[in-house]
């Protein structure tokens, strides 16, 4: 399997999860897609509420 296969496999297994547990396993799996090519990502949150709205 594929290093793309299995992160959509993991994708996948986040749809039932929180908002929360999403964002963080989103990032998780890019993580893990670019450490392969040795880019190590900063990954920004906190932009927006739990509705999916921007904070004002």
């Given amino acids: 399997m594929s290093s ?3 992160a959509t496999d993991k994708l996948d297994q986040l749809k039932s999860k929180s908002t929360f547990e999403k964002m963080v396993g989103v990032a998780a799996v890019l ?3 670019l450490e392969a090519h040795q880019i190590k990502p900063v990954i920004v949150g906190g932009l927006g509420s739990s509705k999916g709205h921007l904070v004002e």
């Fill in 4 to 6: 793309i296969e299995r």
């Fill in 31 to 33: 993580t893990d897609l």
